[in-house]
T-cell receptor, first 114, second 119 residues
Framework: AQSVTQPDIHITVSEGASLELRCNYS??????LFWYVQSPGQGLQLLLKYFSGDTLVQGIKGFEAEFKRSQSSFNLRKPSVHWSDAAEYFC????????????FGTGTRLQVTL | NAGVTQTPKFRVLKTGQSMTLLCAQDMNHEYMYWYRQDPGMGLRLIHY???????AKGEVPDGYNVSRLKKQNFLLGLESAAPSQTSVYFC??????????????????FGPGTRLLVL
């Protein structure tokens, strides 16, 4: 069965520092990969997605992610974190022919210190 | 466009009571989904629908029923609420063409959530 692993439950970074959130997926087929962000008390907002082509994808709010097939990874990065980036981040994977269902990771909570 | 809306935002139930959560979308999406979110467990799919009049079970369907009588609405029902159903419930919708195979994976758009407490 497909699964998504986000190994970091909680990460704290200083404002202005760089950020990398890890995501690994486990399945043999070609994945469609997503990163969503959830602010406290809110729904999930799409940050970026990867379907095919260039393995480095740009998203909203200055985020980017790189797909590495050899490592089954889709890590999220931001060069300089802002205090407003404090939120929970979810990685998700989907596959063709499955009614666009997604399997989510357990999330990484980002805390930003000033 | 309102996107995806959910009603109610918050509800407290007693064990054994029933209730219905309403999800509405105005994006003409074919696919709709109900998830529950629990601490440390991410989002888990309860039920989903690939078009008006269709429903299917997800990962954790027990104790829930759904209906999709209109394309824009997806209802989640709890017939006899249990404390284990205390959670935050999210609805999502995604594009797709009913009756035609979609080879890709459509982006899901989420509602703001319904917080449910079962005592």
């Amino acid at each position: 069965a497909q699964s998504v692993t986000q190994p970091d439950i909680h990460i704290t970074v200083s404002e202005g520092a760089s950020l990398e959130l890890r995501c690994n997926y486990s399945y043999g087929a070609t994945p469609y990969l997503f990163w969503y962000v959830q602010s406290p008390g809110q729904g999930l907002q799409l940050l970026l997605k990867y379907f095919s082509g260039d393995t480095l994808v740009q998203g909203i709010k200055g985020f980017e992610a790189e797909f590495k097939r050899s490592q089954s990874s889709f890590n999220l990065r931001k060069p300089s974190v802002h205090w407003s980036d404090a939120a929970e981040y979810f990685c998700a994977v989907g596959y063709t022919g499955t009614a666009s269902k997604l399997t989510f990771g357990t999330g990484t909570r980002l805390q930003v210190t000033l | 466009n309102a996107g995806v809306t959910q009603t109610p935002k918050f509800r407290v139930l007693k064990t054994g009571q029933s209730m219905t959560l309403l999800c509405a979308q105005d994006m003409n999406h074919e696919y709709m989904y109900w998830y529950r979110q629990d601490p440390g467990m991410g989002l888990r799919l309860i039920h989903y629908s690939v078009g008006e009049g269709t429903t299917a079970k997800g990962e954790v369907p027990d104790g829930y029923n759904v209906s999709r009588l209109k394309k824009q609405n997806f209802l989640l029902g709890l017939e006899s609420a249990a404390p284990s159903q205390t959670s935050v419930y999210f609805c999502a919708s995604a594009g797709g063409a009913f009756g035609r195979v979609t080879f890709g994976v459509e982006t899901q758009y989420f509602g703001p959530g319904t917080r449910l407490l079962v005592l």
